[in-house]
């Protein structure tokens, strides 16, 4: 005990003794992400059990660990991906109860980043606004990577999808998320272009700048989407960052969060257009992804 940086008085004995008693029957009973991850909160919640509670501590712990102990798998899976540099999300089409509610190409799945739709709007935009100055508002965190700076509020990997129905999937988080923290970009092209889509389209801060997700969609533009002006616990933003290795700045839109959101509380935001409402209520947009219709 001594060397555990235990103190040895009878009290503390006996605590002891009962907390590694229950650490070895959890283990015995299969119990294992629940326990890898403890914390002191979760010691305490073992030491003040009731002995008297009609379930008791193994099998409640162990109730823990069928509900939860998948998304931590997942989520460890997630942190092998994003550290290999691996940050479009497409594992997520390979997960059994995720791959059943879509029909979404792999090729258009990228959470990761948003490209230019093509070469030549790119270019358009450079030669009438060359590179932009970014406002306060739009500077993007050029440190944020989800698989080393979780101190600075970068929460993507705690983002999941959870099955909603037997058609639906809803996008929420595993831990609290606070106002402000970085949820991870919304999947779409960059365009450059007086044809604004209503239905598939984000505004962006420059005039005929905006997000196309017609052709390209990933986790976070599975969220819950309300009516223009609605309830909403996130919400849209254009930023710039300047990848390591880049000479110019990049756009990218991210969704942060407006207030704190609980636990899978599910993730809300307002639609830019009540065509785009109504399109995100359709079943099979929703089973598409949100893409548009060969795609």
Partial sequence: MKKAGYKTGKGNQRLCRRRWKNLYDMRE????????????EF????????????????????????????QIGRLEDRIKEASRGDR???SWLNQPNIADRLEVPKTSWNSGGNHWYSKAEAASFKSTHGSPEATSDQLGDLSDDPAKEVENRNM??????NPKSEKLISV???VTIKKGDFLGVFAGHIRYSESFDKSYGIGGPLDKLWLDYSQVTGMLNLMRVSRPGG??????????????GESQPVWRVVVRALREIKPLEEVIRCAHDE???????EPSS??????????
């Fill in 43 to 70: 010691n305490s919640f073992c030491e003040k059990f009731p002995s008297d509670a009609e379930s008791t501590l193994v099998d409640t712990v162990m109730s823990w660990e069928k509900e939860y102990g998948p």
């Fill in 275 to 281: 065509l785009q409402y109504i399109m995100h209520q």
């Fill in 88 to 90: 479009t999300e497409r």
């Fill in 286 to 295: 929703a089973r598409r992804g949100f893409l548009r219709v060969g795609c």
């Fill in 172 to 174: 929420c988080p595993m």
């Fill in 231 to 244: 309830d909403a616990n996130v919400h849209l933003l254009w930023e710039r960052i300047k990848p390591h």
């Fill in 29 to 40: 009973a299969g119990i294992d992400r629940i326990l890898l991850y403890r914390t002191p």
């Fill in 156 to 161: 993507t990997l705690f983002i999941t999808l």
